[in-house]
Every structure is written in C-alpha cells, then in structure tokens.
C-alpha cells in the first residue's frame, strides 16, 4: 500500500529536480521514492554489518593477552 505525504522544497530545486527526472524519463516521485528506499537499504546493511561484527568480537577465540601497540614502533 502506498501513501501520499507532502513535501517543502525550494522552488529553484524542484525545478531542477524536475528537469532532472525528465532527462531520466522519469518522475520526481519516483526520484524520491528511490532515494528513499536506496537510504532504507544501505542503513539495513549497515546494521547488519555492525551486528555481525559485534557478533565476531564476542565469539572470537583470538585474544591480544597482554600485547599492546607501541606508539614509538608506528613512527
């Protein structure tokens, strides 16, 4: 089901967005509706990648022991 919202936008940039969609022969609508859903996505990946690394950091039997970087040996 899809609902209708309503959007402020700069009159200058809707211009622009509109010749933007008409040269990818498409609709302002859709632009935004795939922005979203692009944003949706990439913070649903991002989730996910964080979780599976939290997720390795608890499970993994690698250990540093008492072994710290030395800031001297980086220079």
């Given at each position: 089901?899809?609902?209708?919202?309503?959007?402020a936008?700069?009159e200058d940039?809707?211009?622009?967005?509109?010749?933007?969609?008409?040269?990818?022969r498409?609709s302002?609508?859709?632009?935004?509706?795939?922005?979203l859903?692009?944003?949706?996505?990439?913070?649903?990946?991002?989730?996910?990648?964080?979780?599976?690394?939290?997720?390795?950091?608890?499970?993994?039997?690698?250990?540093?022991g008492?072994?710290?970087?030395?800031?001297?040996?980086?220079s």
């Amino acid at each position: 089901m899809t609902k209708n919202i309503t959007l402020a936008i700069d009159e200058d940039l809707l211009d622009k967005v509109r010749v933007l969609a008409a040269l990818k022969r498409t609709s302002v609508n859709e632009l935004v509706r795939g922005f979203l859903t692009k944003l949706v996505e990439q913070e649903r990946a991002h989730d996910e990648a964080r979780t599976g690394l939290l997720n390795l950091m608890e499970t993994s039997p690698a250990r540093l022991g008492k072994w710290r970087p030395d800031s001297e040996a980086s220079s």
